[in-house]
């Protein structure tokens, strides 16, 4: 079992920065691919970023891309999703989430373990 933990989360104006934390217990995360998703109020969770298992491969949503950078810290047993130019459309519950798979890192399904979520509000 992997313990999924995010922080990070608050409200910030239109272009500023969050920098999300997700820590994991349990189990080390070196071996799994892990994700961030977003969830906003009304619509279906989706697709943020993803990191491989040795940090080499990431993966992201096109409208997140040039904007968030995820990286792994497998040491720290921790990810983090840098997020730079917030746009009120940002605005999301953000879960961290841990899969065991080699394949599909875009999709929700694949992931095993999920945290329990922290919320970024942009104004605008």
């Known amino acids: 079992q992997v313990q999924l933990v995010e922080s990070g989360g608050g409200l910030v104006q239109a272009g500023g920065s969050l920098r999300l934390s997700c820590a994991a217990s349990g189990r080390t995360i070196s071996s799994y691919t892990m994700g961030w998703f977003r969830q906003a109020p009304g619509l279906e969770r989706e697709f943020v970023a993803a990191i491989r298992r040795s940090g080499g491969l990431t993966y992201y949503a096109d409208s997140v891309k040039g904007r968030f950078t995820i990286s792994r810290d497998n040491a720290k047993n921790t990810v983090y999703l840098q997020m730079n130019s917030l746009k009120p459309e940002d605005t999301a519950v953000y879960y961290c989430?841990?899969?065991?798979?080699?394949?599909?890192?875009?999709?929700?399904?694949?992931?095993?373990?999920w945290g329990q979520g922290t919320q970024v509000t942009v104004s605008a």
């Open positions: 989430a841990a899969s065991g798979l080699f394949i599909g890192a875009r999709n929700a399904g694949n992931y095993d373990y």
